[in-house]
Nanobody
Framework: QVQLVESGGGLVQAGGSLRLSCAAS????????MGWYRQAPGKQRELVAT???????NYADSVKGRFTISRDNAKNTVYLQMNNLKPEDTAGYYC??????????WGQGTQVTVSS
């Protein structure tokens, strides 16, 4: 099992920045990819960004150029730096960690609210 604890959400004005953190514990040696997903009310959960243990990154088109994902393997922590936030970025943000065998784990989520 993997436990994920997120922090860093909050309320920010449009154009502002937030940094999310997610610390993993438990059976972390089997983790390959870590990342962030988000879910707005009435919408499906969608990918925001992922990063593999080797450093390969993937971003949703809607956040490219504004969000940056990074990972500290020594601290088993993944970060999401969010700049130039827009009201449409408002959602619950969920950290994920995937084992090499594909099993996925989720954090409890942290709310990001962007006011216009």
């Amino acid at each position: 099992q993997v436990q994920l604890v997120e922090s860093g959400g909050g309320l920010v004005q449009a154009g502002g920045s937030l940094r999310l953190s997610c610390a993993a514990s438990g059976s972390i040696f089997s983790i390959n990819a870590m990342g962030w997903y988000r879910q707005a009310p009435g919408k499906q959960r969608e990918l925001v960004a992922t990063v593999t243990k080797g450093g390969t990154k993937n971003y949703a088109d809607s956040v490219k150029g504004r969000f940056t994902i990074s990972r500290d393997n020594a601290k088993n922590t993944v970060y999401l730096q969010m700049n130039n936030l827009k009201p449409e970025d408002t959602a619950g943000y969920y950290c994920s960690a995937a084992w090499v065998n594909g099993r996925n784990f989720w954090g409890q989520g942290t709310q990001v609210t962007v006011s216009s």
